[in-house]
């Protein structure tokens, strides 16, 4: 008897759909490197209020404290200042980029200086935005820009053209 329900409980199981994979991840990881601890409160509101609650914050008040959450891992991008305590302008970029090279960045940075941005935009930043020109809706713009721009470059293949690239070249 107990052989019978055992197998009927084992067809039932079987009958069940099973999932296709893992399942899908609830909220990207933001870490905001900002020493800055008024404009962490804003990144978490504009986050809260404009991002469906498809984020989740991190924050780290020091260039070598982002860089040791950056080495950990879990990170999906990062809001970099480029004025902080222990590191400053396009300096700060570099070394988040060599911690951590495939986790896009956008700048978030009170420096309105051309240069930094150029030098900051020339490296690869997928991102500037100055601290008091930006709104809320315009982080997350940005936000979802790098990290549909980084999804896009990692299931790019080898052999496949790029998007809106020539597929012949003149002369």
Known sequence: MAAVALQLVDEDLESLPRAAGPAPKLQECVLLIEDNEEAMW???????????GKYRLEWANSLSEGLDQLSKGGVDI????????DSSGPESYAWVREVSPKVPVVVLTGNTSVET????TASGVEGYLVKDQVSGSLLL???????YANKQKKQRQPGFPRLFEPHFRLG
């Open 78 to 85: 990062v809001l970099l200042d480029l004025g902080l305590p």
């Open 141 to 147: 713009q940005a936000i979802r820009a790098a990290l």
């Open 42 to 52: 804003l990144v978490r509101y504009a986050l809260q209020e404009y991002g469906n």
């Open 117 to 120: 941005e150029f030098a900051v």
